[in-house]
Structures are given as structure tokens and as C-alpha cells.
């Protein structure tokens, strides 16, 4: 497993559990999430890059969530 924070590490465990519910389309969630971090100019130009960064590669990808 990667080095992940444990608040993921936290929801990972919750969602695997079935204590938490699973998201079919994360792909497009995270698409979301990371656009809404890429546009939110509180936030340091490095995260919101790395953030738009991510989400363009998502989009690229061939994911499909239906």
C-alpha cells in the first residue's frame, strides 16, 4: 500500500469494512475533488497544480464510470 495519510488510510478501512459506503464512480469524484482543489485559490499554486495535474490525467485516461 502506498504512504497514505491516515485519514485515507482511516476511510479505506471504513469502505473496505462496509462501514462506509463505496463510491462506484470514484474516478469521477476524484476528477471533481481535484478540480474543485485546482480552482480554489486559497490554497498554495503548488497544490492546486499538482491537484489540476492529477485530475488532467484522470481525464485522459481511459476510466470509464457509468
Do not use: H, Q
Not at 485559490?41 to 457509468?66: C, F, I, M, Q, T
Request: charged content about 25%; some cysteine.
Amino acid at each position: 500500500m502506498y504512504n497514505y495519510s491516515e485519514k485515507t488510510k482511516r476511510l479505506i478501512n471504513l469502505i473496505g469494512s462496509g462501514d462506509a459506503a463505496y463510491v462506484p464512480t470514484a474516478i469521477t469524484c476524484a476528477i471533481n475533488t481535484l478540480d474543485k482543489i485546482a480552482a480554489n485559490e486559497d490554497l498554495p499554486a503548488k497544490v492546486r497544480e499538482d491537484a489540476a495535474y492529477a485530475a488532467a490525467n484522470l481525464v485522459l485516461s481511459d476510466y470509464k464510470d457509468n
